[in-house]
């Protein structure tokens, strides 16, 4: 979907490393055993990064083998189907239909129909999905609407378009208790963040399609990468302070790095306009 969530590979230990790739490919093969051979197309880092958030602390990185998907000739460390991948596979079905959607209604007819393809060929897993995740489904859908009717608005509010999505985002980790509230916090503003840092790695793009943009709509057509910064800076903090206040077992560390150097070395790559470039990698490298 956005790909902006990734660890800081040169940062990462070894051990760390290993358990980042083994829930990525877990995740796929997750989603493979689930909703068959389209839905490991939408597998993406963000929610690689949902699924080690969902782990419960006390579980232990016991990874298995299993065959790649991309290349059946591989086997691979990968972490076994648990409730947390499960969760991650049915959220990501849902949330990625959702925005095949809702690129169908803001692209038009012609320009929107490779969405409405996938989403299509989506839709059997989808269905399935929002079974699954009933209540999640529901907050998705009602969350881009209200974020439709902001953008047909020309909304200038940066908090109002962002909430949008944050709320979507937190409704990922349902739970109660002390682990639900630190949870909920952190996907907020994680959230959030994603938002700003999608609005503002497509203001040229937009800019040219003449498509609203919460950027340029909060600050005109060139940005102000200084006032937008300090606001992601804000949701980046916050994520810290929730992370710190959570248990998460020997995923610590690995959420860590992505917190406090994968992000910020995303938003510096949107903002120096290096973003292009550097999403196409599977793992953020500093070599490029």
Not at 107 to 114: I, K
Not at 155 to 166: E, N, Q, V, Y
Not at 192 to 207: M, Q, S, V
Request: proline share 5%; hydrophobic share 40%; glycine share 8%.
């Amino acid at each position: 979907m956005f790909g902006y969530v990734r660890p800081f590979r040169p940062e990462l230990k070894c051990k760390d490393f290993d358990l980042y790739r083994a829930t990525y490919c877990g995740l796929c093969r997750c989603l493979r055993r689930r909703y068959g051979l389209i839905a490991p197309m939408f597998l993406n880092f963000d929610f690689t990064f949902l699924a080690l958030l969902l782990w419960e602390p006390e579980e232990s990185f016991a990874p298995c083998r299993g065959r790649c998907h991309a290349n059946p000739l591989r086997r691979l460390p990968m972490c076994q189907d648990s409730p947390a991948l499960e969760l991650a596979a049915d959220e990501s079905v849902i949330l990625a239909w959702w925005k095949l959607r809702d690129s169908v209604e803001d692209e038009g007819f012609w320009s929107g129909m490779g969405a409405r393809g996938l989403s299509g060929l989506l839709g059997p897993a989808y269905r399935k999905a929002a079974r699954r995740r009933p209540e999640f489904d529901g907050t998705v859908r009602v969350c881009l609407e209200e974020l439709s009717v902001l953008e047909k608005e020309n909304c200038p509010s940066l908090d109002k378009t962002a909430d949008t999505f944050a709320r979507l985002l937190q409704s990922a980790a349902p739970g109660e208790g002390e682990r639900g509230r630190v949870l909920s916090q952190l996907l907020y503003h994680l959230g959030r963040w994603i938002y700003l840092a999608d609005a503002r790695d497509d203001l040229e793009e937009d800019k040219l399609a003449g498509r609203y943009n919460p950027v340029s709509a909060r600050y005109g057509s060139e940005g102000d990468d200084c006032a937008l910064g300090l606001t992601m800076d804000q949701s980046l903090a916050l994520i810290g302070a929730a992370l710190q206040l959570g248990e998460f077992g020997c995923r610590r560390p690995l959420l860590e790095n992505i917190t406090y150097l994968g992000l910020p070395l995303v938003k510096k790559a949107v903002f120096d306009g290096s973003w292009k470039e550097i999403k196409k990698q599977k793992i953020w490298r500093n070599d490029t």
